[in-house]
């Protein structure tokens, strides 16, 4: 069986979640990865659920970061996870996204200023947000889903194996780590090798082409990919997150054709 395949949910076109449902179901898509899973939707998200809608995942903005530079902002996004994790886990979901941080700080971009913290003190201050937070997921029957990103984006964790080691090294049966093919066409070497080699920590991967653009618009080698997630015995979420080229409905639609032709020969 191949794994459930989700849509972000502002992609699709539609003026309502319902909609937006919708067009992503009619374009192959089994549901849609939530931007926020909190508990406030619920009069929203559950009777979608009910006639067969799934949210499987949330990538959710919590103004602050796992690894945050501010302590109240960072308490801010830790509080915002656990309430994200409880939302994803009373919808029967599978786990919530997170970055180290997304646009507070890179070391390779102007102006080139040092960081306000030296590596040993962000592993320190990540690994004790990753803990605490695994644990929570891990009580409600759910995951974090810690998602590297490339270095013009985050400074702190670029690849997938800085990722899994840092999972290892936080010790949290609540924590697996995201792989996004747009940050991975950046950062790694080798795709499909990267993949392979976190396979037994990998729990979500988000699809995006070379140039963030829906999948099957640029070069990364997707059908590769699905490949090496069928022989890894990959039971995640994959979900699209990326942006629109073309008319939306088409390009979801044609997005949609193009992923569903490779799942097929999972």
Known sequence: MPPQLAIQEQLPPGETLAERLAAARAAGFDGLELLDADRSRAPELEPLQRHGGRFQTACPALGGWLGDFDGERRRRALDGLRRQLEGVAALGGHGVVTPAAWGMFTLRLPPFD?????????????????????????????????????????????????????????????VRLLADTYHMNIEEDDLCEALQAS??????????????????????????????????????????????????????ASAGRYLRGLLDSW
């Open 114 to 174: 040092e960081p306000p913290r030296t590596p040993d003190e962000d592993r320190e201050v990540l690994l004790e947000g990753l803990a605490e937070v695994g644990e929570h997921a891990a009580a409600e029957g759910v995951v974090l889903l810690f998602e590297p990103l490339n270095r013009y984006e985050d400074h702190m964790v670029n690849t997938l194996a800085q990722g899994a080691e840092l999972i290892a090294a936080a010790g949290s049966r609540g």
């Open 199 to 252: 396979a037994e920590v990998l729990g979500a991967v988000h699809l995006s082409d070379s140039h963030r653009h829906q999948p099957g618009t640029g070069h990364v080698p997707f059908e590769a990919i699905v490949a090496t997630l069928a022989a890894t015995g990959f039971d995640g979420v994959l979900a699209v997150e990326c942006r629109l080229r073309g008319e939306p409905g088409e390009a979801v």
